[in-house]
């Protein structure tokens, strides 16, 4: 049987479950459903015997948390596309399968997001195995959701009257219905939800963009020659790429092509597109005692249909009388909504951006390369900070223009350059980093280490850096 390549697409921002997903470290970086994130998981169900290395599509800010947690799952992928910019499914699934037609135009690929949650991870090979075929045989075969109730959140698709195990032909794709129209189609028993999920050859999605799409090829294809390698990554071209329209692959090639096969999944699927759906997530083994759902830093007083949930392990979360609601809670931002608003989540990041406010998109603790930080307090000229660096990590050889910082090691070994000095500094030591000074903080442990680092300054932003060298090649 033919190998199939993953391609993980892991650059959107997952407004919808905000204020945990934001734009700096989105949805599928998360541990919504477990210990995992969902990224984590996509990976590690696209993985054994069955499929080659992943290839993942991702945008520059994700990348070093791309790497962090493939690593953490044991797994290591193929190659790493950076998008110079978001511009929909469309570029990045043409930008994969022209990246694999370069060794084999035959090779098969299979596209899926990154945020998906499916269980059963063979009974989902079981159904790729089933799509191998087709595709072998220059059809695009996509993976249709048997629905379990009348959703208006999910597109769908229009299979043969016939349609059961086994590929079958797509008749059309639908929309996002309403409620009555959700209704009928759940009767009829011929449609599918959408899942985003495609298996194809190489050379059968190029010929479906050279038919349906030939704006995406040139463009696409000379981001990929003009593309710069960057540490384990490859870098698209940006001038290219900024031309490109911004469209989906369904409305780009999927409702044009007249090649396309459906094979059927009946088993559980989601794709946690709001609190909604984590809410019924959390109740597929057992249902909840009233439809309460609440996690350990949540209490709930005589409350029905209500997800209560706190990201924050000081901040406890009480619901009294609440009926179909949806309280979340993280470190900076609550959202209280009743369920049935779920996908008008979208609609707070909009206005908190449009009042110019850092939690629209950016959450306290930022992730690095080396680590993260997150800042505990902020005043006038100071600020104070918690510092985790990993096992060998080092920041970048930089200066500031406006700060001076003092380092406190609290927990591991930090090796300090300041100008010409190198030192080791210890649990409970301290230095002094004086304005302008060339400095540089390395782990040379095999353990995180953590630090306070209290700066002092006219400006304390995080564009005061000059770089002198970096071991992960920023800019």
């Known amino acids: 049987m033919s190998s199939v390549i993953p391609v993980l697409l892991s650059g959107g921002s997952g407004t919808r479950l905000w204020p945990v997903s934001r734009k700096s470290f989105p949805k599928q970086f ?99 195995d089933q799509g191998i075929a087709p595709a072998l045989a220059g059809r695009i075969v996509t993976f249709g959701i048997e629905p379990t109730r009348p959703e208006t959140g999910y597109g769908y698709l229009e299979c043969e009257d016939d349609a059961g195990p086994g590929p079958t032909t797509l008749r059309r794709f639908v929309e996002k219905p309403d409620a009555e129209t959700a209704e009928s189609m759940l009767r009829a028993g011929n449609f599918l939800w959408n899942a985003g999920i495609f298996l194809f050859t190489a050379r059968s999605m190029i ?33 290219p790429w900024e031309t490109l329209p911004e469209l989906s692959i369904d409305y780009a090639v999927m409702e044009k092509a007249d090649n396309l096969s459906v094979v059927r999944f009946a088993e559980h699927w989601s794709d946690l597109g709001g609190w909604d759906a984590i809410w019924r997530e959390a109740q597929i083994d057992r249902p909840a005692w009233r439809g309460v759902v609440a996690d350990s830093r949540s209490t709930a007083i005589d409350c029905d249909d209500v997800l209560l949930r706190s990201d924050d392990e000081d901040m406890q979360v009480v619901g009294i009388g609440l009926k179909n609601t949806m309280v979340v809670a993280t470190r900076d931002a609550v959202l209280v909504a009743d369920m049935d608003r779920a996908q008008d ?34 005043g006038e000229r100071f600020q104070v900070k918690r510092i985790v ?52 903080m390395e782990n040379p442990g095999k353990v995180p280490m953590v630090l306070i680092e209290v700066q002092t300054g006219v400006y304390l932003g995080e564009d005061d850096i000059i770089r002198y060298d970096d071991v992960y090649a920023r800019n």
Do not use: C
């Open 30 to 128: 998360a541990p919504l459903t477990g210990e995992e994130s969902l990224f984590q998981a996509s990976a590690l169900r696209l993985s054994g015997p069955r499929y080659a290395p992943p290839l993942v599509l991702t945008n520059a800010d994700f990348r070093f948390i791309v790497t962090e947690q493939l690593a953490e799952a044991g797994i290591t992928p193929a190659g790493i596309l950076i998008e110079p910019a978001g511009r929909n499914t469309a570029p990045a699934i043409l930008a994969a399968a022209l990246h694999v037609a370069r060794d084999n135009p035959d090779s098969l690929l299979l596209v899926a997001p990154s945020d998906h949650v499916v269980p059963d991870a063979e009974a989902f090979g079981r159904a790729v």
């Open 207 to 239: 010929e479906a963009f050279r038919a349906h799409a030939p704006q995406f090829l040139d463009p696409v294809q000379a981001a990929l020659d003009g593309a710069t390698r960057d540490l384990g990554f490859l870098r698209l071209a940006p001038e």
């Open 345 to 378: 989540v979208r609609q707070a990041v909009t206005a908190l951006k449009s009042r110019g406010l850092r939690q629209a998109e950016s959450f306290r603790r930022d992730h690095r390369p080396w680590g993260w930080f997150e800042t505990l307090v902020m």
């Open 389 to 440: 660096v990993h096992p060998g990590a080092a920041l970048s050889l930089q200066s500031h223009v406006h700060r001076a910082e003092h380092w406190i090691v609290v927990s591991g070994t930090a090796k300090v350059t300041v100008d010409d000095k190198v030192s080791l500094i210890t649990e409970n030591q301290s230095i002094y980093v004086p304005l302008g000074a060339v400095h540089r």
